[in-house]
């Protein structure tokens, strides 16, 4: 009996614990989808000068009296660059003291990782696989929110077509379609299922608007963009982040046409908030409304200000002028109660959304995500994808476990540059690079090898080791040089003039060839670099996007081929610095370039003449090293039976696109089977190929597999001239293959 009494009181104790845990959970629930309200109330019980408080996001800067007393002030809405869970809650503990006890939202730019650090976007991008993208972003959002951090600075969405700028390594590459999934992919990572879960962080896609385009690839420099070139290229990796659900928008630090974006009133009201139908927050850059004075856009803080409050900016980013003049502005008419109240609506909703009026505290435990076993293999899986097999002479790759290897170059074991940019949470120590993920791999396989870096920095000019290159190779079977750039040689105000492989590392893979040895070189970089030069100096050459922490231990399963590479340029090489910008999707010209084109040297007993040439140049032609989507395997890929559904389809019909993929070795691999369209006659002119479609598809030696795709005319859809975003009838043609440089194709109608 008494048995049965404790049986009956755990029950009915398990009862109320749940009732309990039902009406908490209701009431969260509740506060959650009546926030509107609850934010209308804050609205008006509000103070202005409480209410710019909330537009106002500092940099941390350690703990101190004054920074609390602001806090508690409800001065401040926003704190970055705080990653300490103690510090934190003393600070939203501050924050409870408020009048409204408004929570701060701590942001941080976790880029691709926290701790765990995944390959650079760049690198993620080459794997052709959106899952990569939102596994790091879900990875990255797990062990940053473990630390407090409940918004980031990325996805970097800008479509990036000049390897000089620095920031190509923190994009998506050139393509709109390829960068708008990704991007997506990132949104959904770092917000997960449930904006309320503790584990999941606003995400912001950056920068608005046309960052990427800046002249001659310098950080920070004017853009010109076309409403074509900006609707059709620039704004659809935005539209696709917005109708993810993207909670917030940075604006760039760029003028587009004369006009800074953080003061852009058409760009953010009119396209951004009107035409994309944007409902978040918009945040500036860094200092970005200050720098409007600068640019000699605002004639001092109080007229930055005013231009970025009217231009429906809502929250600015440590320069504090909108709490400096903000009140002034509007006392004397010059800003609106009302653009305020929007603002700090929009800025209040994403701390409700996200919870933080529930739960605003940490709770610090001894149990930690970070570096688990789990995000080490998807970091590991994600450099493994993402690495591009360029060459492969007389199959060097893969090794045979049994030749001695003699690994050599600065790269090689260089654990912070492997990173690469925007790193400011990794750690040296947990990086796995090439030879200490040799030293693991000694531990059950019996690996020979020899390594001598030769270059102690790929930014070393002294060459007093290269007289032990010698004995170093002597006795290998294979050489394997680990160059590139170091990690503070790309990423923000990291922009290059020359992006050949720097320093001395050209003249060490030239020394290192002489000896005869097979050499394989892996380039680690931010950037797609100028290697043209140094590919008859290597036989095989692997390319690595910096590949974060588990790059290391992916490269040697790729240079073994325990893993067969798979990844795929999301950029094009170009052969020469003087070929900037290009790109495959480029419009076609009046006398197009044809496959092969004569150069100066072929030209050399010619006069001078300009009857029917072609847009090219003399000295390197028409093609780039490499064009968008190629990549090789160590598989041999055949492509065969182009077929389409229909030859005309009409407006509310849909194409079946169907191609034959073999794999005709003997060797199991992964093809990213790539589908492009041309619109072959437009109301404005249309690019000679776009990507439209890929898929990443497993396929055994030997095996044939039929691969399709599905077509519709929204696919098609642009904005012509009369500025609607729809398809127009005519003729297309239809590319299917395993690069942008895809032959095989087919003709369809559109009526």
Not at 161 to 171: C, F, N, P, T
Not at 287 to 304: L, P, R
Not at 692 to 707: L, T
């Amino acid at each position: 009996m008494k048995e049965k009494n404790k049986k009956m009181k755990f029950r009915c104790f398990g009862l109320v614990c749940l009732s309990l845990c039902m009406v908490l959970c209701h009431d969260i629930y509740a506060r959650q989808h009546d926030y509107k309200k609850v934010v209308e109330k804050l609205l008006e019980q509000m103070t202005l000068e409480e209410k710019i408080g909330q537009m106002n996001q500092v940099s941390f800067d350690g703990l101190s009296d004054e920074l609390l007393q602001r806090v508690e002030r409800g001065e401040i809405g926003s704190l970055l660059n705080v990653t300490d869970p103690k510090a934190i809650n003393v600070l939203q503990k501050a924050a409870e003291k408020s009048k409204h006890k408004i929570p701060l939202i701590i942001a941080r730019d976790v880029i691709h990782g926290y701790k765990t650090i995944f390959p650079i976007p760049l690198g993620q991008a080459a794997s052709f696989d959106p899952v990569v993208a939102e596994i790091g972003a879900r990875i990255a959002a797990i062990e940053a929110s473990e630390h407090g951090i409940k918004w980031t600075f990325a996805p970097m969405i800008d479509i990036a077509r000049d390897a000089r700028w620095g920031r190509i390594a923190e994009s998506l590459g050139e393509d709109p379609y390829l960068s708008s999934l990704m991007g997506e992919a990132m949104v959904k990572g770092f917000q997960g299922n449930d904006l309320i879960e503790s584990n999941s962080i606003a995400a912001c896609a950056k920068h608005f608007v046309g960052y990427g385009a800046v002249e001659g690839g310098r950080d920070y420099n004017s853009t010109s963009v076309t409403p074509y070139a900006l609707r059709n290229t620039y704004l659809v990796p935005f539209q696709k982040a917005i109708d993810a659900g993207v909670l917030t928008v940075m604006t760039s630090f760029n003028d587009n046409d004369g006009i800074p974006s953080s003061g852009n009133e058409y760009l953010l009201k009119q396209v951004l908030r009107k035409e994309l139908g944007f409902n978040g927050l918009i945040v500036s850059d860094w200092n970005s409304v200050g720098e409007m004075i600068t640019h000699g856009f605002a004639v001092d803080g109080k007229d930055a200000a005013r231009l970025a409050a009217n231009a429906g900016l809502d929250m600015e980013m440590n320069t504090e002028l909108y709490v400096k003049y903000l009140k002034q502005l509007v006392e004397g008419g010059k800003v609106s109660v009302a653009d305020i109240d929007t603002s700090v609506r929009y800025i209040l909703n994403i701390k409700f959304r996200l919870g933080l009026f529930d739960n605003r505290y940490l709770t610090v435990s001894d149990k930690s995500t970070i570096y688990s076993e789990e995000h080490l293999r998807a970091a590991k899986e994600a450099a493994l994808k993402s690495a591009v097999l360029l060459k492969n002479s007389n199959s060097t790759l893969p090794l045979k476990e049994t030749q001695r290897i003699a690994i050599i170059g600065p790269m090689a074991d260089a654990p912070y540059d492997q990173l690469g940019t925007w790193v400011f949470d990794g750690e040296a120590d947990h990086t796995i690079t090439p030879v200490r993920a040799l030293k693991n791999i000694m531990e059950y396989q019996d690996i020979q090898y020899i390594y001598e870096p030769i270059l102690q920095k790929t930014t070393d000019n002294d060459t007093v080791d290269f007289k032990k290159i010698k004995q170093t190779v002597e006795n290998a079977d294979v050489v394997v040089v680990f160059v590139g750039e170091e990690s503070r040689l790309s990423g923000e105000a990291h922009s290059l003039s020359d992006i050949n492989l720097i320093g001395r590392q050209s003249e060490l893979l030239k020394k290192v060839k002489n000896i005869g040895k097979p050499v394989v070189a892996i380039v680690m970089a931010g950037r797609p670099l100028t290697i043209e030069r140094d590919l008859p100096y290597v036989d095989a050459l692997l390319y690595c996007f910096h590949p974060g922490t588990m790059g290391g231990p992916a490269i040697w399963d790729l240079l073994f081929g325990w893993v067969n590479p798979s990844g795929k340029l999301p950029v094009t090489f170009v052969r020469e610095v003087g070929q900037i910008p290009l790109y495959y999707n480029h419009n076609n010209t009046g006398r197009p370039a044809p496959n092969y084109v004569r150069t100066l040297y072929d030209k050399s007993d010619e006069k001078q003449s300009s009857v029917g040439d072609v847009s090219c140049y003399l000295d390197s032609g028409r093609a780039p090293l490499f064009p968008f989507g190629y990549g090789l395997s160590y598989s041999k890929f055949d492509y065969s039976d182009l077929t389409l559904s229909k030859n005309k389809i009409g407006m509310q019909d849909s194409l079946t696109v169907s191609v034959t993929l073999k794999n005709n070795s003997n060797i199991d691999g992964v093809e990213v089977v790539q589908l492009y369209v041309r619109d072959l006659v437009g109301s404005i002119i249309r690019p000679i190929k776009e990507l439209k479609g890929f898929q990443r598809v497993s396929i055994k030696a030997g095996e044939s597999r039929v691969v399709r795709f599905t077509l519709c005319p929204d696919d098609l859809a642009f904005y012509g001239i009369n500025m609607l975003c729809k398809p127009e009838p005519g003729q297309y043609t239809v590319w299917v293959g395993g690069s942008s440089d895809a032959d095989l194709q087919e003709n369809f109608l559109l009526e």
